[in-house]
């Protein structure tokens, strides 16, 4: 049976970029790393950006379009953005060939490399947000980082998913007590800002079904997070709604450099 296979490459602030892969061939969500450290992220699990067949931007902060410009001037890979996206990428003189450039708009489902491909709205201070579920032979990877709130439009989408790559971005009493200036931490914490841990967590119980096997915690705040501290604090919040973190659904953490282990979903 064909089986979508996946790996976050990065995430983080200073670069977000996960891999997707099918039989029919593989795809990028986002490449907010630069053109060589991509390739050298794919070249560690065995593949390439020669590989890959599309390129799905969720928004057009740096941290998730910086290798944009470069791979797709490069390798030619068809990019899928929304249009009010497509308009702010290319204000920052990052151009891509008419023929390669394609518009994957808010709440369309489009297939793509024999998945049903479905975008939606997040909540963040960018021009349309968007992130993506993926669906093939009853198997359902979902995305979403980069938003303040996790809305119940937003768990209605990602529901029942058997993997999510799920933001987990800061600690709230580190950031209250860090060096970040006091307009940038009420950004953080706002509605268009990142989801804490806690939040997080608490939206997780909200989309885990039986069917969900493994969470990986991403865009971890590199001065208002730890690794161990997010993955405690999301299992002790699920472990309290009786959602079995040692046996049941594995927590994994990602990294801002560091892909992780291929994941057959």
């Not at 795809?27 to 907010?32: A, R, S, T």
């Not at 939606?120 to 709130?149: E, R, W």
């Not at 990986?216 to 999301?234: F, G, I, P, Q, R």
Request: glycine share 4%; aromatic share 6%; hydrophobic share 35%.
């Amino acid at each position: 049976m064909n089986r979508m296979k996946m790996s976050v490459l990065a995430s983080g602030s200073t670069g977000n970029s996960t891999y997707l892969e099918t039989e029919q061939g593989s795809l990028l969500i986002d490449v907010g790393l630069s053109c060589k450290r991509t390739e050298e992220a794919l070249n560690s699990l065995g593949t390439s950006l020669k590989n890959v067949d599309a390129i799905l931007i969720t928004h057009e902060h740096s941290d998730h379009i910086k290798g944009l410009k470069v791979i797709s001037k490069k390798y030619g890979i068809p990019v899928y953005a929304n249009e009010k996206t497509w308009q702010r990428i290319e204000s920052k003189d990052i151009l891509v060939a008419s023929d390669k450039k394609f518009h994957f708009n808010p709440l369309e489902e489009k297939e793509l490399l024999g998945m049903d491909v479905q975008s939606f709205n997040v909540s963040h201070d960018a021009i349309d947000p968007q992130f993506y579920t993926f669906m093939q032979n009853d198997k359902k990877l979902s995305i979403i980082t980069d938003t303040g709130y996790v809305s119940d439009q937003m768990k209605g989408i990602i529901k029942d998913s058997d993997c999510f790559v799920f933001e987990s971005n800061h600690d709230v009493d580190m950031l209250r007590m860090c060096r970040y200036p006091w307009m940038t931490k009420q950004r953080i914490l706002s509605d268009v800002g990142h989801v804490s841990n806690e939040d997080a967590a608490h939206a997780m119980n909200d989309v885990i079904t039986d069917r969900t096997k493994r969470i990986y915690l991403s865009h971890l705040s590199l001065d208002n997070n730890m690794k161990e501290l997010a993955k405690m604090s999301v299992e002790q919040i699920l472990n309290h709604y009786d959602i079995d973190t040692d046996n049941d659904i594995t927590i994994s953490n990602t990294d801002k450099a560091i892909p992780t282990k291929i994941y057959q979903i």
